[in-house]
């Protein structure tokens, strides 16, 4: 059934692996796009560009938190393909997926992650309401993140993951 208010979430979580310190040498610009589309289904598309420039290699163990339910269409690391090397599992009440990549000196490269979410939002009925929580990665600084919405609603969001961020769009408007 349409819901009224619609609770998204996502939280990218990082494990260097690689027993060094070149996670110190990383830098992460994050792009996630949002589509609402008129029959209220929610679609993302995340890109994390990493530039490393320390001189270690930096291996990288992701784990994406969304909502339970949510599907993962696309993943990859620069042109390779990732999503057949992808784990899903469900902890604290959300869904997510679980992937490694390395980052080599010198290299920048993106992640990009495709997913629909089960939200269903009732983009007809006046007040309904599309709230996004982002959470910072710990041990992070002020990581560049713009958020871009389209369909039925659109704007553009400038900002950075300095903390955890809350989004709210009014979608009756």
């Given at each position: 059934r349409p819901q009224d208010q619609a609770m998204d979430f996502l939280a990218p979580v990082e494990t260097n692996v690689g027993g060094n310190k070149a996670?110190?040498?990383?830098?992460?610009?994050?792009?996630?796009?949002?589509?609402?589309?008129?029959?209220?289904?929610?679609?993302?598309?995340?890109?994390?560009?990493?530039?490393?420039?320390?001189?270690?290699?930096?291996?990288?163990?992701?784990?994406?938190?969304?909502?339970?339910?949510?599907?993962?269409?696309?993943?990859?690391?620069?042109?390779?393909?990732?999503?057949?090397?992808v784990a899903s599992f469900t902890e604290y009440g959300r869904g997510g997926y679980s992937f490694y990549f390395e980052v080599a000196s010198k290299e920048q490269k993106s992640l990009i992650l495709e997913y629909l979410t089960p939200i269903k939002l009732n983009i007809k009925s006046p007040g309904t309401k599309y709230i996004l929580d982002v959470r910072k990665q710990a041990g992070t600084d002020q990581d560049p993140f713009t958020w871009i919405l389209k369909g039925v609603k659109k704007q553009t969001v400038n900002t950075d993951l300095l903390k955890d961020r809350r989004f709210e769009v009014d979608l009756s408007q």
């Open positions: 996670n110190n040498f990383i830098d992460r610009r994050y792009n996630l796009e949002t589509n609402i589309d008129g029959l209220g289904r929610v679609e993302h598309t995340l890109r994390i560009g990493y530039i490393n420039g320390g001189r270690e290699v930096y291996k990288n163990r992701m784990r994406i938190y969304l909502p339970a339910g949510t599907k993962l269409t696309r993943a990859s690391w620069g042109e390779a393909e990732l999503l057949i090397d």
